[in-house]
């Protein structure tokens, strides 16, 4: 029986991980955590904020995500695309999931995200 999502992987590059920390830390206000010993030897960075968590792992042939992404939940979805815009990332408003708002960004290596925020209900 599944009982919840531990966390998305995503590839990223060789050498990409400062600029995943500036992203992800800077950008998202996610907290990097330290990989295992046994797994820190493959580069890459996991990122944590509450219980949402995020693995980039390095991948020597990397094709960024374009059309696979995490959808990400999150509240005061202005301000937050706004943080990521001043980022100098993409925000692409998106408004056919009913119920919600949302947008849709890239990280710096090209991985698609999506960030929505339920509506109000209007019962």
């Not at 999931?97 to 890239?106: I, K, Q, V």
Request: glycine share 12%.
């Amino acid at each position: 029986m599944l009982t919840a999502l531990d966390h998305v992987q995503l590839a990223a590059p060789p050498g990409s991980e400062d600029r995943l920390r500036a992203y992800y830390v800077g950008a998202l206000g996610m907290t990097e955590t330290p990989k295992p010993p046994t797994l820190a030897g493959r580069g890459g960075c996991w990122f944590r904020a509450g219980t949402v968590q995020l693995h980039l792992g390095i991948e020597a042939a990397f094709h960024p995500a374009r059309k696979a992404h995490p959808g990400l939940r999150v509240t005061g979805i202005d301000a937050f695309a706004a943080r990521i815009a001043a980022t100098g990332a993409p925000v692409t408003w998106d408004e056919d999931l009913p119920g919600h708002r949302r947008f849709f960004s890239e990280d710096p290596v090209g991985n698609r995200l999506e960030f929505l925020e339920p509506l109000p209900d209007p019962g």
